[in-house]
């Protein structure tokens, strides 16, 4: 017999190679036919000679390959890239419309700062919200708690035994209060899940949003309150520090410790009975921080819940006035009247849970505005005081104003049946349509501050007439015409 080829030479041989206009699987069948052992010979060189060139053009080749992969995976990438931007673009994806999605930023600053301690805020779903009283969250709300409870007491024995008067009066009911809302939202995180819970299956028995801009709207609506009230109590914090720094450098308790002189300034109440160390002035200073946030949370969390309750409401509203001049039949009517109904139990059920802190935020608002008034007559010892006061004013009647108007905005919207009821053609009125009309006009939806009073439009005419007559009773009892300076401090 001839010489064979070896099987690593069959292997190669079998390759579809073309390179000169010669095919080696040509060469490859002539190697394969029996004939005399030249022409074998022949066509084993002759694949051999192609072995030998492969090399030379498996460098082409793979440089060829490289260059199209790499060409590929790069469109690969920006197609990914431009399919992200459009989902990230298209608002549809973005926001669902339901109240936990729109609530969920709110919740998770709240927590940034010690304040509802609930498991899985960022989850879209009511059901994965849990509260526990073994996570840090409740760990971290618990010590804060502990600390401005420990603040309150200092600041309850400096009033009564060293300094009874109106700075350190309106410093007394600060911390008070902040005791009392962080309290009231540690209450509140422990019943949060199953009101979320109560929510949802509300929401999910309303007619649907079908627009895009409708279900983005309460999500937007609330992150806008959000980051503007934000804002400007940051802006109204660092004012403060900045005020501070005229008695830091003017009369500084330690001349060359400044920051140990401002950490002092901070909590000088608590200091008068613990000896100063920066460790501890570094923890009033936080506890400082978390106090300014928590007092101008309160407002924006009863913000928050009153839009998203007055948007369901309208959404009903806006459901019914589409169809309230064409033909109705009686299910329809009855199946809106039910809806209405949820609502209206819903609103009770947050009511219940929020009583207490909506009772804290308008006594609060209004003490603080009765307070500031009574200080618009004095004279400042600097420029940077009268700047602080008069934006904190400002921030102070506005917030208190939107606040009114938001809470408001529930029993307007729950009146608001009674003028679309007015537009159905007398051939479609009904019974279940008469005792729709009865319900809407009897009760009386809105959030209350522990029952004591509702917010409704009235209200804002209310508030104002009591800072007006506390404020002339404030004056016959003002006998400060200035601020005190840096040594009558």
């Not at 309460?218 to 520090?241: F, K, R, Y």
Request: charged share 20%; aromatic share 14%; hydrophobic share 45%.
């Amino acid at each position: 017999m001839g010489p064979t080829i070896s099987t690593k030479e069959w292997k190669f041989a079998g390759l579809p190679l073309v390179c000169g206009g010669l095919v080696v699987s040509r060469a490859r069948n002539m190697a394969r036919t029996t004939g005399d052992p030249a022409r074998r010979r022949r066509c084993i060189a002759r694949i051999k000679f192609w072995r030998r060139s492969r090399v030379g053009s498996d460098t082409t080749l793979g440089t060829i390959k490289y260059r199209v992969v790499s060409k590929s995976t790069k469109q690969f990438k920006l197609s990914l890239i431009k399919a992200w931007l459009l989902r990230f673009r298209q608002e549809d994806y973005k926001y669902s419309g339901s109240f936990q999605e729109a609530i969920k930023p709110v919740l998770i600053i709240a927590q940034i700062f010690a304040l509802m301690p609930v498991r899985k805020v960022s989850s879209k779903f009511a059901e994965d919200l849990t509260f526990t009283w073994f996570s840090m969250r409740t760990y971290y709300a618990l010590v804060t708690i502990l600390c401005f409870g420990i603040s309150s007491g200092y600041m309850v024995a400096y009033v009564t035994s060293v300094s009874f008067n109106f700075d350190s009066v309106e410093t007394l009911v600060f911390y008070l209060s902040i005791f009392l809302i962080s309290l009231s939202f540690f209450q509140l995180a422990r019943k949060w899940p199953e009101v979320a819970q109560s929510w949802q299956l509300v929401e999910a028995k309303l007619p649907p949003l079908k627009l895009p801009r409708e279900r983005r709207y309460l999500g937007q609506h609330i992150n806008m309150i959000t980051i503007v009230a934000t804002t400007c109590s940051l802006v109204e914090h660092i004012m403060s520090m900045l005020s501070m720094g005229y008695y830091v450098n003017s009369c500084p308790r330690w001349p060359h410790r400044t920051l140990d002189s401002f950490l002092y300034l901070n909590f000088s109440s608590v200091f008068y009975f613990v000896d100063y160390t920066r460790f501890l002035g570094i923890v009033g200073k936080v506890i400082n921080v978390l106090s300014t946030f928590a007092w101008n949370f309160n407002d924006i969390f009863v913000m928050a819940v009153s839009v998203a309750l007055a948007a369901r409401f309208r959404q009903l509203n806006d459901y019914m006035m589409k169809e309230a001049r064409l033909p109705t039949t009686v299910d329809y009517w009855m199946q809106c009247r039910i809806n209405f109904r949820n609502l209206c139990k819903l609103c009770e059920e947050v009511d219940d849970a929020l009583s207490t802190i909506t009772l804290l935020c308008f006594s609060n608002n209004l003490y603080f505005i009765c307070g500031k008034i009574l200080k618009s007559m004095q004279a400042k010892p600097s420029i940077l005081h009268a700047l602080y006061f008069w934006f904190s004013l400002v921030y102070l009647l506005g917030r208190t104003l939107i606040l009114s108007l938001y809470s408001s905005s529930i029993n307007d919207e729950s009146k608001r049946p009674l003028v679309i009821f007015r537009l159905v053609p007398r051939e479609y009125w009904c019974d279940e349509l008469k005792r729709f009309s009865e319900e809407v006009q009897m009760d009386n939806v809105a959030l209350t501050g522990m029952k004591f009073f509702r917010l409704t439009r009235g209200v804002v005419i209310s508030v104002a007439g009591t800072i007006v007559t506390y404020e002339l009773i404030l004056l016959q009892f003002n006998g400060e015409e200035k601020v005190a300076g840096c040594f009558e401090s």
